[in-house]
């Protein structure tokens, strides 16, 4: 195919959004396409020096006469800069709003004939979309975008419902970065937390919000913790935070429930991990599920949005309904308690994402997407 140069929006700090963009322009660079970040900061797993990739500043200076600094206008502006000194051939945008309407706002600017790819993630339609200031500039950059991509179906699905667009979306899976996403050794590290041979671990992380429902994972933890010895580990940090540590605090298995913060190396907490939870209220995919089953950690996730797209119940992890500790801990028991099981279900977790989530499989789908539009060019 031919060599593209491509640029990519995205929110760069941690975010599972941040991180397939990123992931996708490293992977698309070591096929040989030039790739150009277009961001505020260098995302977060652009950790070192990627021949074929470049970083362009998005600088968003502060005025008095504004209240507010004017990160779309200075974002719409570095775009169209971007569109016409290197003559990108396509621009991919991570989020509708306001990444689809910058690039859209750019390419008038520029006067050029960049094609724009917009990829839906779930917080820009789930939450954004049921806001009535806000649908029509989602349903204007869904619309002004040559191609729209969506996480899952289930996310397609839903922005037909809330923004009343005609345009098709097409499907394509998160994939994860199967170097780092691997089961491996890390020697001594469960002892080093303090945790015992004959402890199970159980596995969350996110970034704290209140559609993450922590106090379902607390709350089932304590369930599991009355039958088998086991720890808790609780990986991010956000607006929850504060009240899922008071909330540890009042059961009787505080010194099982440990607050990590924000890590770099999750892959590392998943190789001491035997189950992983995401009992979500919205979740369009669901990145860290895939993440933990491409280490062996199967998954126990809530029947809602994408996650029944990544968890095969009762093959890779299982499914519940949204508040269902009961079932949780339940399911996590027959798995935890049972060593076979246990086993079935991390090599078919490992299975899924080597396969219906195979990150080479994926890339071609984007490269065909990229590949339409330079036809159409
Ligand atoms: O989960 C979040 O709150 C972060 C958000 C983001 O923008 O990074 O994640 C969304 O995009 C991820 C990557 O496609 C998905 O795996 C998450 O499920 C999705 N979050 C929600 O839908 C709430």
């Known amino acids: 195919m031919k060599k593209l140069k491509i640029g990519i929006t995205c929110y760069p700090t941690v975010g599972g959004s941040g991180v397939i963009a990123t992931e996708l322009g490293k992977m698309l660079a070591e096929r040989g396409h030039e790739i150009h970040f277009i961001t505020s900061s260098v995302p977060f797993r652009l950790n070192k020096i990627y021949p074929n990739v470049f970083f362009h500043e998005v600088e968003v200076n502060s005025y008095s006469v504004f209240q507010y600094p004017p990160y779309d206008i200075a974002l719409a502006s570095k775009m169209a800069d971007v569109i016409k000194e290197v003559k990108l051939d396509v621009i991919h945008v991570h989020y509708a709003i306001p990444h689809a309407i910058c690039a859209v706002l750019a390419r008038e600017m520029s006067g050029e004939k960049v094609g724009i790819v917009t990829t839906l993630h779930g917080t820009d339609i789930s939450v954004l979309g049921q806001d009535s200031t806000l649908t029509k500039a989602i349903k204007y950059g869904i619309d002004k975008s040559d191609i729209v991509t969506a996480v899952s179906n289930s996310l397609k699905e839903q922005t037909y419902e809330l923004i009343e667009t005609t345009k098709e979306i097409e499907t394509i899976y998160n994939f994860v970065d199967d170097a780092v996403f691997r089961p491996i050794d890390v020697g001594n590290l469960k002892e080093q937390f303090g945790i015992r041979e004959d402890e199970r671990v159980i596995i969350h992380a996110s970034n704290f919000r209140k559609i993450k429902n922590l106090p379902d994972i607390v709350n089932s933890f304590v369930k599991i913790r009355e039958q088998i010895p086991a720890k808790l580990l609780l990986v ?73 797209e990544v968890i095969e119940h009762g093959v890779n992890g299982y499914l519940i309904d949204i508040g269902d500790i009961d079932a949780c801990s339940q399911y996590a028991l027959e798995l935890l308690t049972d060593e076979e099981k246990l086993i079935r279900f991390r090599e078919a977790a490992i299975d899924a994402s080597k396969v219906k989530f195979n990150s080479q499989k994926i890339i071609d789908q984007y490269e065909q997407l990229y590949e339409r539009l330079a036809v159409l060019s």
């Open 236 to 308: 991010g940090d956000g607006p929850e935070r504060q009240r899922v540590m008071e909330l540890a605090k009042e059961t009787e298995f505080k010194q099982d429930i440990l607050f990590l913060g924000k890590q770099e190396n999750v892959e590392e907490l998943f190789a001491i991990s035997d189950l992983m939870l995401l009992l979500s209220e919205k979740e369009s995919f669901g990145l860290v599920l895939l993440e933990a089953m491409a280490c062996g950690v199967p998954g126990i996730g809530t029947n809602t949005g994408g996650i029944p």
